[in-house]
């Protein structure tokens, strides 16, 4: 919804969802549930513990869309 009214979209891992990765991603979203529904067993693991370069990464990109968004917005 964000991506389409035109606003930045950010992963708690700190990467930047976007137009040209958003249909792969929910295609995954998509697979991993038919996964998780078939009558099979199936082992999907689950994210790894979150560190402290993941906290680094989100910070930076975060800064980095603020800025975007001040230059080409006005706004923030």
Request: aromatic content about 6%; proline content about 1%.
């Amino acid at each position: 919804m964000a991506l389409g009214k035109g606003a930045y979209a950010i992963h708690q891992n700190g990467w930047q969802y976007t137009a040209e990765n958003i249909d792969r991603l929910l295609m995954e979203r998509h697979m991993a549930k038919k996964a998780r529904q078939s009558k099979k067993k199936v082992h999907l693991k689950g994210p790894d513990k979150r560190t402290r370069a993941d906290n680094e990464k989100f910070a930076d990109e975060l800064a980095r869309l603020l800025e975007m968004s001040r230059n080409n917005d006005g706004l923030v």
